[in-house]
Nanobody, 125 residues
Framework: QVQLIESGGGLVQAGGSLRLSCAASGRTFSTVNMGWFRQAPGKEREFVAG??????????ADSVKGRFTISRDAAKNMVTVYLQMNSLKPEDTAVYYCAATATWRTITTLDYNYWGQGTQVTVSS
């Protein structure tokens, strides 16, 4: 059974930091590209960051460049993807989702085949 489980969300003041984690298991995620998306109330789900299956390439939305860093660790039967979020702003408040895709450099939700359940990030001003 394929599982993507996010953790690390919470409430933080503006300017603070959080690190999200996504544990992916159930298939060969070591050869799959991973991404983070977020969805704020009343808004569409949007791409935040992506990382290639090897970890050698990354991609960021303009709104988070220089503040967020995506990384990944691969172990036997499991891949963990991280999203380090610094200098958080109230507009970063959203539910953050981890997702997997076979297509590199795509920011379209339809290209992502597997999704986690999401973790809430709330940034207070």
């Amino acid at each position: 059974q394929v599982q993507l489980i996010e953790s690390g969300g919470g409430l933080v003041q503006a300017g603070g930091s959080l690190r999200l984690s996504c544990a992916a298991s159930g298939r060969t995620f070591s050869t799959v590209n991973m991404g983070w998306f977020r969805q704020a109330p009343g808004k569409e789900r949007e791409f935040v960051a992506g990382i290639s299956w090897s970890g050698g390439r990354t991609l960021y939305a303009d709104s988070v460049k220089g503040r967020f860093t995506i990384s990944r660790d691969a172990a036997k039967n499991m891949v963990t993807v991280y999203l380090q979020m610094n200098s958080l702003k109230p507009e970063d408040t959203a539910v953050y989702y981890c997702a997997a895709t076979a297509t590199w450099r795509t920011i379209t939700t339809l290209d992502y085949n597997y999704w986690g359940q999401g973790t809430q990030v709330t940034v207070s001003s």
